[in-house]
């Protein structure tokens, strides 16, 4: 079964605007985190943002939050004020406390910014 | 620049061949991780290190082979490569070995032909 899904395999978004990037996740353990990485066309992974299973508030870092509905297991990445550098591919990944160390990935988002 | 080093950044060889690629982790980091991104199989996790020990493994074929050095850095050993072997490879580290961030390193691109 897929642990992380990611189904949009490509989003457009304006420049100056919000986008939401979806993630679905899928774990019968209660303890886990779930992050955000983004791929830029260079080619390297940038961590962007966590978000642990037992946080009762939803993550942020700068321009970026997650919208983590536990019950729904979904952790959505939103962007805001969305800028050209934001191009890349975007990858959600989960990794569950009583199971190797590994992180699970999904299949990526690539985010498109358009002027 | 998450602080993970990785050497070379491209390499390019023939099937049969086998090459080794290095990974020094953030300074402070214990744990070492191994992914591989390939156009059909996406990122999968290779094998992990904390501390000099093998704590994880992954898909990793057995052609290939890690290890963890007593000053932390890390290699990837691949031998008698296939086709199917090039990929990108990324080496990543955390402090830890509970639910920690992952910084990765640029990577290494593996050509086979």
């Known amino acids: 079964a897929q642990k992380i899904t990611q189904t949009q395999p490509g989003m457009f978004v304006q420049e100056k605007e919000a986008v939401t990037l979806d993630c679905t996740y899928d774990?019968?353990?209660?303890?886990?985190?779930l992050f955000w990485y983004k791929q830029p066309s260079s080619g390297e992974m940038i961590f962007l943002i966590y978000?642990?299973?037992?946080?009762?508030q939803n993550a942020t870092e700068g321009r970026y939050s997650l919208n983590f509905q536990k019950a729904r297991k979904s952790a959505n990445l939103v962007i805001s004020a969305s800028q050209l550098g934001d191009s890349a591919m975007y990858f959600c990944a989960m990794r569950e406390y009583g199971t190797a160390s590994k992180l699970t990935f999904g299949t990526g988002t690539r985010l498109q910014v358009t002027l | 620049d998450s602080g993970v080093t990785q050497t070379p950044k491209h390499l390019i060889t023939a099937t049969g061949q086998r090459v080794t690629l290095r990974c020094s982790p953030r300074s402070g980091d214990l744990s070492v991780y191994w992914y591989q991104q390939s156009l059909d199989q996406g990122l999968q996790f290779l094998i992990q290190y904390y501390n000099g020990e093998e704590r994880a493994k992954g898909n990793i074929l057995e052609r290939f082979s890690a290890q963890q050095f007593p000053d932390l850095h890390s290699e990837l050993n691949l031998s008698s490569l296939e086709l199917g072997d090039s990929a990108l490879y990324f080496c990543?580290?955390?402090?830890?070995?509970?639910?920690?961030?992952?910084?990765f390193g640029p990577g290494t691109r593996l050509t086979v032909t």
């Open positions: 774990t019968s353990d209660p303890s886990y985190g």
């Open positions: 978000q642990g299973s037992y946080d009762q």
């Open positions: 990543a580290s955390s402090v830890g070995e509970g639910i920690y961030e992952q910084y």
